[in-house]
Structure formats: structure tokens, C-alpha cells
């Protein structure tokens, strides 16, 4: 592949908070602060030793990797723009689409960007609303955000606080966003060990979510182990504000303290033990979800969405250290279970590490009904190694819609954004790329792009530190997923793209 190099593009300035809207969810817009974000959610700052930064130093030299910030991609990835942060200063996170938007997630808040003319994205809003991860999902006229910290209270001014004051709140926030300029915030739902992640089931006049957490990501006495299961939460469309729990389904049964799931070290040492899901996909046109639960990867049916059955439940106590997220291919008979290693930061992209840890695994569905399996066909993993002071590892993707094919984009942190094929599930490979050089050589920080989807034609990659990136990708292989156009997506409510 022909490697082509950008300059650093020029951070733009930006503008003024302005009156708070709805329920204390402060809207801004361009300007000075009026109100500082909340940077207690943020993840830590990672240190590296004077050995690991004179390698990642040797190496750029060298011409091994990127310079710090430099742009670097195949050729047939074009970099459209990037928008740097505005006025929420935390890490970005997941994204979410709908219409001519999408909607990006962010430690302090979300904001709402035009995407009418990919090449120039526009700011709609900006909500400052503290509470990590922020991962978000919309759906109609709502919009969902997790909570996966402990806070002062439910309101979008709260604070950090010890998980042991009794007031502590984690867990589900409801906005309307029928004004695009101006979302409200309509309902607040709180949740058993809060909310990491979310996925959405939507229905005609209800919507599912499941919310997946697990009891190592918050200390509350009511979060411990055995906690193997997931929180069904009902959100009537046209009245939001009755949100409420109606189920807490357990997917792992068993006895003792570790439930049903991987019992992780000293049995498994290395491996994560299972005390919930990390985050699930569901593919509402097949009635499946695939979970990915830390120890464990499962196969369920959501024919019943507030009684999800487990199928099949497969572990990799060799490769696999956290099972983290799950992408089914088009014709729901394979699934890609990613594996974070070292938890989004560690440098996990070298040759100490390897082309098998901290990578994609690769499984077909074999069999029918509850009868059906999951079978593992391969690994996948960037082939650029990266430096040691880049934290990068499988991270979240989605779906190129290519009928025939299963093709997929995907974020690696630092290790920037991949687009591979897995048609061939002993055989996968990268067909494009794109990426930045390590944020620095001292390893102070930890950046690169949280989710990478394809989205009517193009591909949004949400950078932690950097900002929104839009792509475009010009190859006869993909060329056919720019007919395939969607009035909305989230990516972990996989939709039949053919239908």
C-alpha cells in the first residue's frame, strides 16, 4: 500500500456556554466557560519507562512509526476533516447516528454535530452532563446515556463522590432530542453497578435497554459479586419520564460467589473473572444477541426482550483477557468478539505482545435454534506494530455493507482505525487504515480513536483526545456499502442493512 502523510491540522477555536436547558443539563455553545467539567471520570494517565521511550523514539527516528500527531494512511483512505474538542474537555467515547447527525459521546457530556456535508461537520450542541462513560444511543425522538460513576446525584450538576455516601447515583439518563439544539433531559433510571455500556431494543411504542455492567468498575456495597446479569430497563416513547426497571435477567447462573461465569485467576490467571457483561449486540431481525462478559462470550435469544436466553457460552482462557464487545456479520452466522487487553491502556500493538492477545476473535454460529454454537475460526489484529508508549488494542467497530462480503471498520485507540475482511473467517486481513503518530514519547497520555463506524457512505472515528474524524474510503471492495442508506444507527442495535 502507497502510505500518504498529513500535516497536523490546526485546531479551530471555539465559543460561549450559554442558559442551561431542561433538567439541569447545561446546553453550550460557542465562548467562555461558565461551568467547569467534571475531570474525575477521565481514565488515568499512563507512565512508561526511560527504556520503552527510548524505543518509541529510536523507532520514529528510524521511520518505523509516525512522528508525534503525524497523519498516516493507505491509499485508498481519504481524511475529509477533524473536529477538536469544544467546550466538553473530557474523553471522548462512543458515537451514535440518526438522520443527517451523529451523536458523540464524551466524559463531560455529548455533543451533536451536523454531518449534512461530511467534508465540514458543524457543532449543533454541546450538553455538559459528568459521568463516565457517557456512552450513548438514540432512538426517535430519545437519546440514552450511561452513567458509570458515582455521583452526587442523577442531575447533570452533579459531582464525584465516594461510592459509599449514601446518596451515590449511577445508572440510565433519558433526553428528548426532538429540538436538536436544544435536548432536554426527561428521566433518570438507576441501575445495579450502574451503566458501562448500553444497547437499545427497539419496539413501536416502547424501548428495551440493556444495560451491562459489572461489579470491578464501581465500589457501591450493593455491586458485588455474584452480579451476572443485565438491568432491562422500559422506556415508553411517549412517555419517557416512567422509565423504569422491569428485569434483571442472570445469564450466568450458578453457585457460589462467581455465579456461572469465567471464575478468572488462579484458575485462570490472566483472564477476567465474570461478574457481568462488558456490552452487548443485539440484531433485532434474527432475535440474537451476542454478549461479551469479560471471562466469557455469549449467544442469546431475545425473542422475549425482558427475558433474554442464553444459547451458548464460550471462553478463551489462552488469548482472550476481557471479552469487550461483539459485531455479528450480515448473515448472522458469524460473530467478532474483541478482547481488551490491559483495559484501553496498555501498548498491547508490539511484537512482545503479539498477533494473538489483545485481538479480534472470530467465531461462526454452527447449528439451528437453541441447538446453535459458537466456533472459533481465527484471530485478527492490526498488522502496523506500534510504539510502546501507544495504548492500543481491538476496540469498537461496525459493519461495512457489502452483500456478498463481511467487512468491517474498527477502532484500535492508538493504533487509529482499521477496515478488514473476514469473508474468508480463517483468513481475515486489512484492506485500509489510517492513524496518527504516538500522542508523545513519554507515555504520559493516552488518546486514539474510541469507535470507528461506517455510517451512509463514510467513516466516523469519536478520538479520545484528538476529536471527530470523518474518512472516506475508496476501494472496489467497499465501493458497494455508499448505496446502503440508514435513517439511523447504533451500532450495538445492529439493523438488517438489506431488508
Not at 33 to 58: F, I, N, Y
Not at 319 to 325: D, G, L, V
Request: hydrophobic share 30%; glycine share 10%; proline share 7%.
Amino acid at each position: 500500500m502507497t502510505l500518504f502523510i498529513e500535516p497536523r491540522a490546526r485546531r479551530r477555536r471555539l465559543g460561549v456556554f450559554a442558559a442551561a436547558a431542561g433538567l439541569a443539563a447545561a446546553l453550550l455553545t460557542a465562548g467562555p466557560a461558565a461551568a467547569t467539567p467534571d475531570p474525575g471520570d477521565a481514565p488515568t494517565k499512563r507512565e512508561v519507562s526511560k527504556s520503552e521511550q527510548a524505543e518509541a523514539e529510536k523507532a520514529i527516528e528510524s521511520g518505523e512509526i509516525p512522528e508525534p500527531n503525524e497523519i498516516v494512511h493507505s491509499d485508498n483512505i481519504e481524511h475529509l476533516a477533524n473536529i477538536p474538542k469544544g467546550a466538553l474537555s473530557g474523553t471522548n467515547s462512543d458515537l451514535a447516528f440518526q438522520g443527517k447527525y451523529a451523536f458523540a459521546g464524551n466524559y463531560d457530556g455529548f455533543r451533536i454535530f451536523d454531518i449534512s456535508n461530511p467534508k465540514k461537520p458543524r457543532t449543533v450542541a454541546q450538553v455538559l452532563c459528568p459521568g463516565s462513560q457517557n456512552d450513548v444511543s438514540v432512538s426517535g425522538n430519545l437519546l440514552f446515556l450511561s452513567t458509570d460513576s458515582s455521583r452526587s446525584d442523577s442531575s447533570c450538576n452533579s459531582t464525584t463522590q465516594p461510592a459509599t455516601e449514601k446518596s451515590s447515583w449511577e445508572g440510565m439518563k433519558v433526553f428528548d432530542i426532538s429540538d436538536k439544539r436544544n435536548p432536554k433531559y426527561v428521566a433518570a433510571v438507576e441501575t445495579a453497578c450502574g451503566s458501562h455500556t448500553h444497547t437499545l431494543v427497539p419496539e413501536r411504542r416502547n424501548v428495551y435497554v440493556y444495560v451491562s455492567s459489572y461489579s470491578p468498575s464501581a465500589t457501591f456495597p450493593d455491586c458485588q459479586p455474584p452480579h451476572d446479569g443485565i438491568s432491562v430497563i422500559k422506556v415508553p416513547r411517549n412517555a419517557p419520564d416512567k422509565a423504569k426497571v422491569v428485569g434483571f435477567p442472570v445469564l450466568f447462573p450458578g453457585e457460589g460467589e462467581d455465579g456461572g461465569g469465567n471464575p478468572g485467576g488462579p484458575t485462570n490467571p490472566g483472564v477476567s473473572k465474570t461478574t457481568g457483561c462488558h456490552d452487548i449486540t443485539v440484531l433485532p431481525s434474527k432475535d440474537l444477541a451476542a454478549g461479551a462478559c469479560m471471562g466469557d462470550g455469549i449467544l442469546f435469544d431475545i425473542e422475549d426482550p425482558e427475558q433474554p436466553k442464553v444459547i451458548d457460552q464460550v471462553q478463551d482462557n489462552v488469548n482472550f483477557a476481557f471479552w469487550h464487545s461483539a459485531t455479528f456479520n450480515q448473515d448472522a452466522d458469524k460473530v467478532v468478539f474483541t478482547d481488551e487487553l490491559g483495559g484501553g491502556g496498555a501498548a498491547t500493538c508490539n511484537a512482545e505482545v503479539g498477533p494473538e492477545r489483545g485481538a479480534d476473535g472470530i467465531y461462526e454460529i454452527k447449528g439451528k435454534g437453541d441447538d446453535r454454537k459458537l466456533v472459533f475460526k481465527s484471530y485478527f489484529k492490526i498488522p502496523r506494530h506500534q510504539a510502546d508508549t501507544e495504548n492500543c488494542v481491538a476496540h469498537n467497530g461496525s459493519l461495512i455493507p457489502v452483500k456478498g462480503k463481511d467487512l468491517m471498520v474498527q477502532a484500535w485507540y492508538q493504533g487509529g482505525v482499521s477496515v478488514w475482511d473476514f469473508t474468508d473467517s480463517s483468513k481475515p486481513k486489512e484492506i485500509a487504515y489510517f492513524e496518527r503518530g504516538p500522542l508523545s514519547t513519554d507515555g504520559s497520555r493516552t488518546g486514539g480513536s474510541w469507535s470507528a463506524y461506517y455510517y451512509n457512505g463514510h467513516i466516523y472515528s469519536n478520538d479520545m483526545a484528538k476529536g471527530l474524524d470523518v474518512l472516506k474510503i475508496d476501494d472496489r471492495r467497499t465501493d458497494p456499502a455508499k448505496r446502503v442508506r440508514m435513517h439511523e444507527l447504533n451500532v450495538q442495535t445492529q439493523p438488517n442493512y438489506f431488508a
